[in-house]
Structures are given as structure tokens and as C-alpha cells.
């Protein structure tokens, strides 16, 4: 979900104040009853946004994207999680190991570069993290939690032309 940092729509009347948005934020999770991990990019600041207390904690920390935010992962407080170690180096992302039923699944929440001209360094970012995604895979203890999953979400700003080159990696 990207927030668009301190930002507010367009539509938004000329009155609405950053306190507003977190309670539209806090609004809009609320109605989405039944989600459990939560994937934010342009997160204005780099503590956990304040709407989500209470009912998501932050995991994995925040990390700098090209949009001068932060990028940002939650689970409901329910969820058994822990941040994934090491980061993903030069990569705006944030990796948690996520426990859902009898499965351990690594979710990455990315913010990748936007602007057309920066195809190549969205590519490097998904070299990284396919990289990434292969050595925490191959490190994870399948015999104890039965089943290894992956979840990449988040805004990959990937142009339809890259998606081919993206396939054959």
C-alpha cells in the first residue's frame, strides 16, 4: 500500500490535515479485516506509522526508496513473525519470515525504482532479490516447519517491456 508520505490526494479537500489521513489510514485497515501482513511504501517517517498501533506491529525495520520515504512491513498482531537477516543490500526492501497456519513464508516488501529510465537498476534490484530469496530459501529449516514459501509485494514499478527479461532470470 503505497501512502504517499506526507502527501494527500488530489481529491482531498484543501482542509485535510496529516491527522485526518491517519485516521482515513486507520480507517481503511479497518474495514480489511482479514488482512495479515500489510506491505507500505512511501511511509513518511522511519517509526512504525502511528494509524497501525494496536492492530499491525512493524517488522524488519524501515528502509530509504527512490521516493525519499520509507518502505515498511506489518503483520497483525496475531501473526508470528520475525525480520529476515540480512537485509537485502541495496535493495529498498524489508524481508520478514512470516508463520501462516503450518507454513514459514519469507515476505519481501520492495519499493523499487520508478522512473522509466531506471530499467536497469529495477533489474539489478530484482537480481538482488532473487538472489536473496535463493540463499534464505535454501537456509530454511523445511524439515521443521513442513512447507517454505515466498510473497514478494510492494510497488515494483515494472514496465510491461521488462517483464520478459524479468521471466527469463
Not at 503483520?75 to 524489508?94: D, F, G, K, L, T
Not at 534464505?136 to 509485494?153: H, P
Amino acid at each position: 500500500w503505497n501512502v504517499a508520505g506526507d502527501d494527500t490526494a488530489e481529491c482531498a479537500p484543501s482542509s485535510f490535515k496529516k491527522e485526518e489521513k491517519a485516521l482515513w489510514l486507520r480507517s481503511t485497515l479497518e474495514r480489511w479485516a482479514d488482512v495479515d501482513i500489510l506491505a507500505v511504501q512511501e511511509s513518511p517517517s522511519l517509526a512504525a506509522l502511528p494509524a497501525l498501533a494496536g492492530v499491525y506491529r512493524q517488522i524488519g525495520g524501515s528502509v530509504m526508496s527512490h521516493a525519499e520515504n520509507y518502505v515498511q512491513l506489518y503483520v497483525r498482531a496475531r501473526v508470528e513473525a520475525q525480520a529476515a537477516r540480512p537485509a537485502i543490500a541495496n535493495v529498498p526492501a524489508v524481508a520478514a519470515w512470516v508463520t501462516l497456519d503450518a507454513a514459514r513464508v519469507l515476505v519481501v516488501s520492495v519499493h523499487l525504482a520508478a522512473e522509466f529510465e531506471k530499467s536497469k537498476l529495477r533489474s539489478q534490484q530484482m537480481q538482488r532479490i532473487t538472489k536473496y530469496v535463493d540463499d534464505q530459501i535454501a537456509r530454511a529449516d523445511s524439515a521443521k516447519w513442513g512447507a517454505v514459501g515466498v510473497i514478494v509485494l510492494g510497488d515494483m514499478n515494472v514496465r510491461s517491456d521488462e517483464v520478459p527479461k524479468l521471466l527469463e532470470m
